[in-house]
């Protein structure tokens, strides 16, 4: 009986060791943000962030990023480079320690990234807001294991957090979730929203190869549209899983690698699932960010509705035209987009987004200027309406501009 009390206790003191390291190398006010207190609070709500290798990478990233934010040239540069007025509402963060954890993303390379960049590169593109959002697999690394995935979320929103509050103005952010884990999910939207101020939530496509409009998942939805503040939901295209004998294994049938298409079948894929649930017409006060223009969504679109009858075409329609939102990452303008506006979508539902830093290197001017120049029915107007005011009429007062 004594051992197993002694083992008990020393089961506790190594718990309370991993935790207290952690709480000694956070950092107490990143700009107003306390890390140590969340990681307390993380503690306390049975997240262990310790059973993570990645968290002392995570939070020395976070205390460098804090040093260099503070220096007088980083906010010099930062003064002379708010010229032009972008919102950037599909753009992605890769921290080093992610990087090593996710090697790949959609079968390429998952690529470099760095404040210093990314800050930059907006700069080049006049733009001066972006929401930053975790690309696929967000917190999805450990399949099946809920601990893993729930702390991994956690750890990604920390980071996201302590950048947004480096950096104020240029950035702001959405709430990754540890879906399919459905309570989790709900209890880390909530602190997530309500604490850390992330102005939307993003998910994926599928979870760990649960679709969005699974019924498995309704009650996180639910939760989402009991919400008061005019949820925005931003989903992000993964790679497509089937479970086989107990195991996940990719669904790609052909040899090349699923982000160069795949993830466009999947952004179809999923507003299909969401559509024939039912998910985006029951949950009338969730607004819905398409990316890249909805994918192969509008391919398939006539195809779809068109099974489902008359009044559910309708509703189903008045729900593209008004709660979903589809954005330019990727080169989806100036050909691409004439498919979705060929259902009479109208202009004010077209955000811009770059996909930075996950597209081809080469590819971003090429697709802002196909946006901005290329479009001949397109005034003037209505582009500056896409590069911003069609964000600040979706966001609100969440944006920190
Ligand atoms: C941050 O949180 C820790 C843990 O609760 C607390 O001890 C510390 O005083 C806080 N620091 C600031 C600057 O509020
Ligand atoms: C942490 O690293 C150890 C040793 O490399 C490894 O066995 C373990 O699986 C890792 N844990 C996680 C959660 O990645
Ligand atoms: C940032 O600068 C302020 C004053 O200039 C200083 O009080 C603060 O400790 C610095 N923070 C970091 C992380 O260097
Ligand atoms: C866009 O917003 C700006 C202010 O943010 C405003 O001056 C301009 O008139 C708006 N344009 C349209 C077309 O609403
Ligand atoms: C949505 C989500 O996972 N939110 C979490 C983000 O990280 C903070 C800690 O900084 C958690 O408290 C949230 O629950």
New binding site residues.
Partial sequence: MKSFTSLLLLGALAYTAAADELTDIAPDDVNGLN?TQ?IV??SNSG?DLSLLNCTTDALDFINTAAVVANSTTTRRRRKRANTGNGIDVHSHLVFPWYQDLVPTTGGNPTPDWTLEDHLSFSAGLSITKTILGNSAPQ?NVYFGNKALTVAL??????SV?AIRSLYPKKFDFF????LPYVSD?I???????D??G?VG?TTMTNHEGLYLGNSALDGFWSYVNSRTDKPIVYVHPTTPYLKVNGKYVEANPTLYMPGLVEFYFETARCYMDLSYSGVLTKYTNIRWIAAHVGGAFPSILDRMIKSLGTSMETTLKSVYNTRVFWDSAGPTYPSQVKGLLGYGIPKSQLLMGTDFPYAPAGSYTGAMAGLVNDLADFTQTDINNILRNNSIALFGKKLNL
């Fill in positions: 890390v969340i609070d993380s997240i917190a979320a956690r750890l990604l929103n920390i957090a709430c990754v979730v540890p999910a209890a880390e939207a909530k602190y997530c929203l604490t850390l992330g939530i």
